[in-house]
């Protein structure tokens, strides 16, 4: 599987934002997709994910505002970012996994990141 983020940008402090992540490979749908940041300075951590059912899971400082989201059809995932803060200011990068969980360590397919800056 090879993924590409995209979708990044600079935006205000409550503005909105939607990452996507196209996928290659047949088996897509059957993985588990997640997204992680890299704030600067700070280790890449776990954002969201959602496996092949729809379930999701969030950090708990995301939660409420951004939304995981994914269209096997399209071989795509979406990280849909709303009430944008400027601690959420990091590289996204969406990554594939067999398992589902939030550690780094389950997944294996990373794409190659998107710069999100948000500005008070």
């Known amino acids: 599987v090879q993924l590409q983020a995209s979708g990044g940008g600079l935006v205000q402090a409550g503005e909105s934002l939607r990452l996507s992540c196209a996928a290659s490979g047949r088996y897509f749908s059957s993985y588990i997709a997640g997204w992680f940041r890299q704030a600067p300075g700070k280790e890449r951590e776990f954002v969201s994910a959602?496996?092949?059912?729809?379930?999701?899971v969030y950090t708990d400082s995301v939660k409420g505002r951004f939304t995981i989201s994914r269209d096997n059809s399209e071989r795509t995932v979406y990280l849909q970012m709303n009430s944008l803060k400027p601690e959420d200011t990091a590289v996204y990068y969406c990554?594939?996994?067999?398992?589902?969980?939030?550690?780094?360590?389950?997944?294996?397919?990373w794409g190659q990141g998107t710069l999100v800056t948000v500005s008070s």
């Open positions: 959602i496996n092949s059912k729809g379930t999701t």
């Open positions: 990554a594939g996994a067999l398992s589902y969980g939030t550690h780094r360590s389950l997944y294996g397919y």
